[in-house]
Structure formats: structure tokens, C-alpha cells
């Protein structure tokens, strides 16, 4: 196979408002205008934000200006974007209104992808334990779920494609951790994962400090968020060789790595 690159960048939570907790919400997008023009001269094939574009819980109507801005800016770079949706996305607008924007269709914000020989699968997060989908009055931050509906088609996905290698994107952290950012039936995606018979790597935000861990041969990266700090940041260019090993190279306001994240 061809080999090909992609860019990665998580937690944007862009708005209009002041900094608050180390969040600098409005230099957020001038950092993802930075990212854009590193992406460009990369010529990556394609970007993943892994969740949390925006951060509007106050008013809907601000918030979906604020997402129309962000978007604009990703898609001004001419490459094509895949939007994971967040937490704060959904506790700032409801997935109806949300999901024409960032090209997701049928009332659902999860599905699959291949290139190459590669097979991505997106899944969304934010349900409730009753299958629910988060709206900005309902949604609790730290009570992620994965839907029944969207279990069963994760299964169904998996057992369809002919690509041994898999890579997830999800928001919220799917690997074993006893932390409110996992997903609180992590241990029933991690099942399906685990069972499919691929190589899989899994690549998630939400914990703004970013981690990582390998669980049962499965590696789980979660990426520093943008918003935090008025200049840190961090983008991963993840290159998928023709051999099928995946480098991601790892640009931070610290410096730059390269690092092998899958066979």
C-alpha cells in the first residue's frame, strides 16, 4: 500500500469569553490556525479533531456562530476534516444542529472510514446509561456512555471490514482507568475491540493533560488539549508507512518527537 499521513489535534473548546482555569478559549483558534498551516505543508491526506471544538454552554445560538468560525478555519486549509464529537460540543449545542456542520448525517455522530489499508472507526461518547443522546441541558461531563445502538454497529463494523489494522477516535478515554473521563461502559467497547482479530490503536481527548496506556495489546493515546495554557500546544502528524507501522510525529510548544504508536 501507499504510504499516507494525517493531522490530529483535540479539545479547541474555542469561544469568545476570557481565560478561566488555564483555558485560553479565544487563542485556541489562532493556535488551530497555526496547526493548519503546519498540516498544509505536511500535505497530510486528512485531520481528525478528537472532540470539543467549541465551549458556549451559556447560550445556543452564540455557540453555533462559534462553531461556524472554528469550522471555517479547519476548512479553509483544504483538507479534509473528521469532527469526533466532545462534551462540551453537546453541552453548547444539540447534535441535531451540530452535525450538517461537521458532515455527520442521520442523527448520529459515529461511523467508518478506510484508506489505504487502514479501516478508522469514529464513535461518540456522549450518551447517557439509558442511550440517550447529551443535549446542553442534560449532558454530565463525567457520565459518558457508548449507546447500545452504537455497540452493536461497532461489532457489526468490525466484523465487515478486510483491513487487519484499525484505529478508533473517540472523545472521552476508552481504556481501563478509574478517572471521570473514561467512558463508564469503556470495559463494553474495550470487549468488541479486543475480540475483533485486528491490530488496534486507539486515539481519544478529553483529559486535557493527555495519557497513555496499552491495555490487552491495544494502545490508547489521549492528546493534550489545545485550549489549555496562552501558547502551549500540541498536534500529532501520524504517518501510516507502507509496511503498516504508524509514527506519529509529536509537535508541542516543548519541542518535536517521533514515536512508533502501532505495528
Not at 97 to 114: C, I, K, M, N, T
Not at 185 to 213: D, F
Request: with cysteine; aromatic share 12%; hydrophobic share 35%.
Amino acid at each position: 500500500m501507499d504510504a499516507f499521513s494525517f493531522g490530529v489535534f483535540a479539545d479547541v473548546q474555542y469561544a469568545r469569553r476570557r481565560p478561566q482555569n488555564h483555558r485560553y478559549y479565544q487563542a485556541a483558534l489562532d493556535k488551530v490556525k497555526q496547526y493548519m498551516q503546519c498540516f498544509q505543508k505536511e500535505q497530510v491526506s486528512f485531520l481528525v479533531h478528537l472532540g470539543d471544538l467549541i465551549d458556549e454552554p451559556e447560550d445556543e445560538e452564540r455557540a453555533l456562530c462559534y462553531a461556524r468560525e472554528a469550522t471555517q478555519v479547519i476548512q479553509a486549509s483544504g483538507i479534509p476534516c473528521c469532527y469526533v464529537i466532545g462534551n462540551h460540543d453537546t453541552g453548547s449545542a444539540a447534535l441535531p444542529r451540530l452535525a450538517p456542520l461537521w458532515g455527520w448525517q442521520a442523527g448520529r455522530a459515529f461511523g467508518s472510514f478506510d484508506v489505504g489499508a487502514m479501516h478508522f472507526v469514529v464513535l461518540d461518547t456522549n450518551y447517557d446509561a439509558k442511550g440517550r443522546h447529551y443535549t446542553p441541558a442534560t449532558h454530565q461531563w463525567e457520565q459518558s456512555y457508548v449507546s447500545e445502538e452504537q455497540l452493536s454497529w461497532l461489532q457489526a463494523d468490525l466484523a465487515r471490514t478486510d483491513k487487519r489494522r484499525v484505529m478508533v477516535f473517540a472523545h472521552a478515554l476508552l481504556d481501563a482507568l478509574d478517572n471521570p473521563h473514561a467512558v463508564r461502559n469503556g470495559w463494553r467497547v474495550r470487549s468488541v475491540l479486543e475480540s475483533c482479530g485486528r491490530k488496534v490503536t486507539v486515539l481519544q481527548g478529553h483529559m486535557h493533560c493527555g495519557y497513555e496506556s496499552e491495555q490487552n495489546g491495544i494502545r490508547y493515546y489521549t492528546l493534550p488539549a489545545t485550549v489549555e495554557g496562552e501558547s502551549e500546544f500540541c498536534y500529532w502528524i501520524v504517518t501510516v508507512e507502507k509496511s503498516g507501522q504508524m509514527v506519529a510525529k509529536i509537535v508541542t510548544h516543548e519541542g518535536t518527537q517521533t514515536r512508533v504508536i502501532g505495528a
